[in-house]
């Protein structure tokens, strides 16, 4: 009996946002994924570092971050304690899902981090190169599947990018969306799909034991100790990074939009910051100010044309 | 060094006195955290990770295992009690278990559960420890079109074992097959029945359903009745412990819900919770008791807690060989690992031997330290009962409210809480069963994404499904389950009715 009251009360003291926390971050995304991960390593280093004494993280997952950020912009206006991830793929949610709440109604901060896409087939596979597999998908774009992460998602963007510039009709291409590059993973290795894509960092594993064949990475230029080309090198003008953002509320004054902006600059230069980075295999993309906001601004527009391109958007 | 030494030398380090108190930590915190209603173990492990973050490799993989474990524990037995499910996995647990609990034999629905999760665990680990890379070449060889028939089975078998009336269990599992339609289709990233609803558009959340249905629909219901209400809650009849009779009908159980649940964890595909709607169903078919079942049977307490365990074991075969996260929880167990310098992948178990092995200690030594800690407590977990019940179903009410705004912190998801909460009460005064809801809930929208997935990959040719032997065997299967006793009932109807007339003096 006691125990039980005890512990709810342990409990819901955790779940329960503090009122005197430093930092509050928002991870609009259930536990365990990329912006999730991104918000806790923040919580780790922005407190190692002795930014910030009390840091809290909260997930409010949905519809590729969409419900988080509307909950984000009308809860939290003008609060410079509070703090939300997103990345690339809330871009395409926005479209894609008609938000009525953009990037537009929040304040962002800085670019953090990003990971390159990676085309891969199974080693088995007699496709070689991405000439091989443009070509197949020229003669019949339904035969050749691609597994990747959600509709609509960077996996999706640069499989109707490549077909694009391929010369191929992105709205013919053959999606298989899985609920995440884990399990578009299996049905590589499974060859239930003729192609994979997703960050580099899912298939690292299987790349390194040979089981799963690099045909091309979607970086600018070469990374070094992946042995695969460019699409670019392979002839096709496409660059795309899946990259994740950092935003505060909006509403904030000129000053405290500044001190936020001066707290994620030393998080990400810090050192704990950088191992991290280091072990999770993300790349340092730091980038904030009005180079950032112009950068976003692009980023958006292209955006909204490859998924009215591929369809998604009307 | 051979697999097996490298178990020991994990299990050695594991057992030092510094490391044991770190289970003991681990376990408690988990349980303590895994009790309240609506956060089930991924929401504890997350909301627990950093806590392990001060310790060293071992110690901390020691405690997370613990978490782990004792968060799965936890939400075990507040369905039992309570009937408060924290997750989708124990919503089959809460269906029996809380029927004991209320028939005075909460004791032995904690201990079967208990003693069930260390067996299968304990077995479950093994498994994994020696057949994990041959289990993952099988569990590859399942693409869309084979999880599409395995779920046609499990929807066979699963739906036949819920309730009574089929008409009425039909018509449950398709309003949980309707609701499941709510929210962005993954497959094509539109919206569907979302009415312009923001908090829709990721659909109806399993766990969120699952309180209201049963916690809030419950509580509802006894209040509807008032003063008038029989005490049916007994919070002790006889003795606490399991007597040889729950002895005998758990352990076969609780093997056969180890066999069901450990592959079933192991596909990629995900939905653990499918390993317990199948060993519910068999062993409601194999039940020499089938009247207990729907009234508290032992049997659809241990196997389906079983199940549970067993996969969750299941799930660090895709997770330690192939790096493939299959649930919420594994998904936060690869970031745990991240911290302690894991790369899980197919070359873990040759460049981390000593990690992966140690993992594996843990997991063995936290089942243990689980058991040691809960089986005492069983007798002051079961006195909850005894609280005055309007004081237990307000508390309810109060711990179902606090898990859901915890886990989801949104006003349109306590509505839901409430609105589904208000349609359970119906269902319970029409007398609808309510599991099916939840079960067409989960596997609906599996079942959809994996047979557009194959129809996708063939190009719309429908014979893909029947192609793959696999496939064509489970269809097969679930064809056997849905005609065999629509004819033993033909040609034993003629039987049957002269043993009615012969009873009827």
Same mark, same amino acid.
């Given at each position: ?25 928002? =991870? ?23 930014? %910030? ?9 949905? =519809? ?28 395409? &949610? ?42 197949? +998908? ?10 990747? /992460? ?49 960050? @580099? ?27 695969? *080309? ?31 902006? &001066? ?23 730091? +980038?904030?100010?009005? $180079? ?23 | ?25 681990? #376990? ?12 089930? *173990? ?33 939400? %075990?037995?507040? %369905? ?27 004791? *032995? ?95 109806? $959340? ?10 809030? /629909? $419950? ?19 006889? %003795? ?69 365990? &067993? ?16 649930? =919420? ?28 092995? /140690? ?20 007798? +002051? ?16 009410? #109060? ?14 998801? +306590? ?9 359970? @009460?119906? !269902?319970?005064? !029409? ?24 129809? &996708? ?49």
């Amino acid at each position: 009996m006691k125990h039980f009251f005890l512990a709810s009360i342990l409990a819901s003291a955790i779940a329960l946002p503090a009122a005197a926390a430093d930092y509050s971050i928002m =991870a609009p995304a259930a536990p365990g994924g990329g912006w999730d991960q991104t918000a806790r390593t923040m919580q780790t280093a922005l407190q190692t570092e002795k930014i %910030s004494s009390k840091v809290q993280v909260m997930n409010v997952p949905g =519809a590729g971050g969409t419900i988080g950020i509307a909950q984000f912009a009308s809860q939290q206006k003008g609060n410079p304690n509070q703090l939300m991830v997103g990345g690339y793929v809330m871009v395409g &949610a926005i479209l894609t899902n008609k938000s009525p709440v953009t990037l537009k109604d929040v304040t962002p901060i800085a670019r953090l981090t990003g990971e390159y896409e990676v085309i891969v087939v199974p080693a088995a596979s007699e496709i070689k190169t991405v000439a091989d597999l443009v070509a197949k +998908l020229k003669a019949n774009p339904g035969s050749v599947s691609w597994g990747g /992460g959600s509709a609509g998602g960077t996996d999706h963007i640069l499989v109707g990018l490549l077909a694009k510039a391929g010369g191929v009709d992105p709205t013919k291409i053959n999606y298989i969306a899985f609920s995440g590059g884990g399990e578009a993973l299996a049905a590589i290795l499974g060859g239930q799909v003729t192609a994979g894509v997703s960050s @580099y960092g899912e298939f690292e594993g299987q790349i390194k034991a040979g089981t799963l064949r690099v045909l091309a990475i979607s970086s600018d230029k070469k990374v070094e100790g992946i042995s695969a *080309p460019t699409l670019k090198e392979s002839g096709y003008d496409v660059v795309l990074q899946n990259w994740r953002m950092v935003a505060a509320a909006p509403g904030l004054s000129a000053e405290q939009k500044a001190a936020v902006t &001066a707290d994620v600059e030393k998080l990400a230069k810090s050192k704990t910051w950088q191992d991290n980075l280091k072990t999770k295999g993300w790349i340092d993309t730091y +980038l904030s100010g009005p $180079e950032f906001e112009a950068q976003l601004a692009k980023d958006i527009a292209s955006t909204e044309t490859i998924l009215k391109d591929i369809g998604l958007v009307k | 060094m051979s697999t097996f030494d490298f178990l020991l030398q994990g299990l050695a380090s594991a057992m030092m006195p510094m490391n044991l108190l770190y289970a003991l930590i681990g #376990v408690t915190l988990g349980t303590l955290v895994g009790v309240l209603p609506g956060i089930g *173990p991924a929401t504890t492990v997350a909301l627990l990770l950093p806590v392990t973050y001060q310790l060293d490799a071992t110690g901390s993989l020691i405690m997370f295992a613990g978490i782990y474990y004792g968060g799965m524990y936890g939400g %075990s037995t507040t %369905s039992i009690l309570l009937n408060t499910p924290g997750e989708s996995a124990s919503i089959v647990t809460a269906l029996e278990g809380n029927k004991m609990a209320r028939a005075g034999r909460g004791g *032995p629905a904690l201990a079967t559960a208990a003693i069930g999760s260390f067996v299968a665990g304990l077995i479950a680990t093994l498994a994994l420890a020696f057949v994990a890379p041959l289990v993952v070449k099988i569990a590859l060889s399942f693409g869309p079109r084979e999880n599409f028939a395995l779920m046609v089975l499990a929807f066979i078998t699963v739906s036949s074992a819920f309730g009574n009336s089929a008409l009425r269990g039909l018509t449950s599992l398709f309003i949980g097959l309707a609701l499941s339609l709510v929210g962005i289709d993954q497959l094509t990233g539109q919206n569907r029945l979302s009415f312009g609803v923001p908090d829709l558009l990721d659909g109806i $959340e399993v766990t969120t359903m699952a309180v209201a249905m049963f916690a809030i /629909g $419950e509580t509802l219901f006894i209040a509807a009745q008032g003063a008038q209400a029989p005490d049916k809650i007994e919070a002790i009849k006889g %003795s606490v412990w399991m007597t040889a009779n729950d002895w005998s009908r758990s352990w076969k159980a609780w093997l056969r819900g180890t066999v069901i649940g450990f592959p079933i964890g192991a596909m990629p595909a995900g939905g653990a919770e499918i390993g317990t709607f199948l060993s519910y169903a068999t062993e409601k078919k194999l039940t020499k008791h089938p009247e207990e079942f729907g009234n508290g049977a032992i049997e659809g307490v241990a196997g389906p807690e079983a199940a549970n365990n &067993a996969s969750a074991a299941g799930t660090l075969v895709p997770l330690l060989t192939l790096g493939l996260p299959t649930s =919420a929880t594994a998904a936060i167990m690869l970031a745990g690992f991240q911290q302690y310098g894991l790369q899980p992948g197919p070359l873990l178990f040759a460049t981390n031997p000593q990690l992966v092995w /140690g993992l594996i200690a843990s997991l063995l030594i936290a089942n243990l330290m689980l058991l040691i800690l809960n089986l005492p407590l069983v007798g +002051l977990w079961v006195k909850l009962l005894t609280i005055p019940k309007p004081w237990l179903y307000a508390g309810i009410l #109060v711990f179902a409210t606090l898990g859901t705004i915890g886990a989801n912190p949104s006003v349109f998801e +306590l509505g839901m809480l409430l609105v589904f909460g208000l349609v359970a @009460y119906v !269902m319970r005064v !029409m007398d609808f069963p309510i599991a099916p809801v939840i079960v067409g809930l989960i596997l609906g929208p599996l079942a959809e994404q994996h047979l557009r997935r194959a129809l &996708a990959i063939s190009q719309g040719d429908i014979t893909t499904l029947f192609q793959s032997p696999i496939a064509a065997v489970l269809l097969a299967l679930a064809a056997i389950a849905l005609i065999l006793p629509l004819i033993l009932r033909l040609r034993g109807r003629g039987n049957v009715l002269t043993q009615m007339a012969a009873s009827e003096d």
